[in-house]
């Protein structure tokens, strides 16, 4: 009974024994140390089957691994593992997958799985999860980054990335195709009472005189609409296009990543999982990341939660970030772990679609217009119909043969049906031809071309009423950095106690201090190439600058700095305090002491100063005396144009307490010195400034730096006088000035400011709501995040693209994209040009409409039919409506544009001198067409068809000539640069070409007959005529009060 037990318990050991030479086998075990095990005792028949399976498996591992080496190819490798028969779980399943590149790099991960826990934890924010992965440190490895170096950066890791993560690209509708805009065409009221008419016309047609010759009036009209819905849907599909084009560009952001120890920039498109990127305020988060480190670091998410509240981020209580959302506050690096359709950010942004319909403040006048006109002629068009169906039914209407048309009812009911549909079919072509269709075509064209050519001049448009509102700009409030100046910082002067020091006056001590000022207290990072070129600086202009000098005039090794001290705590740069800080311990001194040092705007440095450094390495105390002489040498260094920057610092005892606050006391500094930079003006900003003024613009400057900085600038742009020292009172004052003025003072002397020194944003946004409350159309250039309010709350937001953060650059209208003033006066140009532009067309427009339906008109009361055709008059709305637009909306800005004032917010649109222009050549042209059809056939000795294909070709040839005299509503001289603009050769020369066609080939389409020579010129001299006429009625003088005005004096009065 007792042996059964024991048999057992050696069987089992025996097992075990077995498993325990597999698992040996398994990891790595040699076939050697399984045969030294075989005893010589016989073995049982379990026993030796084990034996057998242990062999096998063994030798097809290694003739498995051997394949696989030599094919170089990825092997995933799945190893399960039996746990001891002692362990309380039966049994355990370890999972390692090996992912293996061509170059030997392996993830060990996978990444389908992997990619999706990240993902999920970083979009649910998910600390535990977080934990379990081991922290930021254990992802950065999962994920083979680095967090000193980031990813290795070449073609095949990023391809490698892209392939296994995927692309930070988001998946967008398909855009609206050519069908899209044709199915819209058809939607027109009109358009569809036309078609109607066409086909009852085609169907009578064929009915009465056979399908040979029955289709030619109603097939005419088909086709004339199908050419005018061609066209438009056409237009309308380029444009938007056009529009897709430069939203792509307007979305392609730039950021700073760092790749193979570099730092560099890249698209955000080209971002990838791994990638180590560094964040800064107002810069959008380009991926889903986590924070690695960073200081003082708040983000902005509202654009995904909806929470207006800024979310503090660091690495133990939420180091989640977010794509889409916005730096509000601090610096940091984060790592992506998840990009393009794998966040919320990617996710939301694919179901958008983008609103072309955007309706400018221009064009909704411009429909208003169009639908007053479209009563008119609609009202017109009805009484052309009941007149028409009048006569013809009392029998007043004869046919070509000169007979009574209607003949009673009982008659021929087939040609009284196709007389009423000829006659409804006229009528409908009236009310096509008056409403103006082609002005917001025109709006649409010359938006699109203006975009286009500004895109060419350094200016990206990101909403289109910003194009047409910046030709009304009556004030521009600009930056100075890097708008009217470089951008382009270089240190020049530095002075330590009051005598200005080189790279040879530091004393050993004060020479430390500022390498850890310099080293610690910046956001710029400096690059060592392997290959020993010179060295990369990064970060803002200023911070290179201050880098470049601490390297090569003090001789800096930064890499040694950061291995020596250690920083404990930051604060970024305030535009407030103006002002940035950091405090840093040191690693091999074994004194508890903590560095405090500061770096800012020279004056309000020097302010928190309590001593200073010599150039001998002693420190005095600051006495009232000693601060009104630093504060000369500020202003002396500022009056040259020099932006000042001090650096101050103090020692504070580590008692652990303090350690954490160091950054609060901000008092009884030691001054180390004041670094002066030189930033010079942009070529061209003095000749812009001036091209603006002639315009009509003023322009103020409104800056950080101190007034005397700002002073010696606006004097060398042309902002002021040159001789800055004689400004007039309150053309120069500070930002707190400015802010303490109460709202009567403001609005008195905001005209007379030209230079506001030492402003925050908050400044700069009470000076824009204080323009506008005085009428000014308002356009403000901004870079900052602070920037933001102002560049909404103006009437155009002008963001820099080079320095502008992407806060500043969604808040704004139009985006400066090389960050010059010069760019600033050609979107002006551009503006004026676009309203001018359309001011043309609606010239031409509407003589256009004034002539055909005063004509129609007169010719229906009193000879019973209209002169010109269905298919006529749509060849005449085709003309002017589409290649018309065409035409004079692609007109390039003519410099006399920044000769004119600006047209302010409540200037008619169709001017006085517009109203003389349209009236003038639009009687004419009803003068010679209705001389036409009452006595052409007698005067030309014609007969009936050819004197009303005579009427049809002069009236096309008016508007042709009328195309030239649009070109300017002032000058005398249309013809000046007409060669420079080919597309308005080409389309009047396509237009006479295809008008030929019409009449001498397409005789039974446009129910014409041909022309002799003679009649051709007849037809070309009464419409040259319209030349002559433009030049003299130029000459006549026009009030400049609007025309509609004395209607509303009138009305005023009969009610009084």
Known sequence: MSRKPANREEKKLKNEDLNNEVLNVYFGGGIQSVLLKISTAPLTKPQRRWRVACIVIYVSLSLAKRIVSRKGKLTPLFLSVLASPRSSSSHTVLEINEVEDSKGLTMDTDHHLDQTKLTDMVKNKNLDEFRNFGGIEAIVKLLKSNMENGINGDEDDLIRRRSIFGSNTYQKPA??????????????????????????????????HGPKEGWYEGGSIFVAVFLVIVVSAASNFRQERQFDKLSKISKDIKIDVLRNGRRQKASIFDAVVGDVIFLNIGDQIPADGLFIDGYSFRVDESSMTGESD????????????????????????????????????????????????????????????????????????SLVLGVLLVRYFTGNTEDDNGNREYKGVDRNL????????????????????????????????????????????????????ACETMGSATVVCTDKTGTLTLNQMTVTKCCVGFEEATKHDFSRNLVELFYQGVAFNTTGTIYKPKSGSSLEYSGSPTEKAILSWAVQDLGMDIDILKQNYTILQVETFNSDKKRSGVSIKNNISEKNIIYVHWKGAAEMVLALCSSYYELTGEIKTMSDEKRSQFENIIQGMAASSLRCIAFAYKQIEDDNSISKKNLKNEEDLTLLGIVGMKDPCRPGARKAIQSCRAAGVDIKMITGDNIFTAKAIAAECGILESNNQAALPGEVIEGVEFRNYTDEERAEKVDIIRVMARSSPLDKLLMVRCLKQKGHVVAVTGDGTNDAPALKEADVGLSMGIQGTEVAKESSDIVILDDDFASVATVLLWGRCVYNNIQKFIQFQLTVNVAALVINFIAAVSAGNVPLTTVQLLWVNLIMDTLGALALATERPSKELMHNPPVGRTEPLITNIMWRNILTQALYQISVLLVLQFKGRSMLGVDEKTKNTIIFNTFVMCQVFNEFNSRSLEKKN????????????????????????????LKKFADTVRLSFAEWGVCVAMAAVTWPIGWLVKFVPVGKKPVFSYLKLLRCGSKT
């Open 175 to 208: 855009p609206k195709g050519l069908i899209h805009f044709v199915v819209e065409a058809f939607k027109d009221t009109t358009i569809i009472i036309l078609l109607a008419c066409a086909a009852l016309s085609l169907t009578f047609g064929i009915r009465e």
């Open 310 to 381: 800024h979310v503090e981020v660091d690495q133990n209580h939420n180091p989640f970030l977010l794509s889409g959302s916005k730096v509000a506050d601090g610096s940091s690096r984060m790592l992506v772990v998840s990009v393009g359709m794998n966040t919320s950010w990617g996710e939301m942004m694919s179901s958008i679609t983008r609103d072309s319909n955007e309706q400018t403040p221009l064009q909704e006048r411009l429909n208003k217009l169009t639908s007053s006109i479209g009563k008119v002629g609609l009202t017109v068009a």
């Open 414 to 465: 087939n040609d009284n049906f196709n007389s009423v549909l000829r006659i409804v079919s006229a009528a409908v072509t009236i009310v096509v031809v008056a409403i103006p269709e082609g002005l917001p075509l025109a709006v649409t064209l010359t938006l699109a071309y203006s975009m286009k050519r500004m895109m060419a001049d350094q200016a990206m448009v990101r909403k289109l009423s």
């Open 974 to 1001: 249309v013809f000046k640069g007409v060669l420079r603009n080919k597309l308005f050769v080409g389309i009047i020369l396509v237009t006479v070409v295809l008008q030929a066609v019409m009449v001498e080939l």
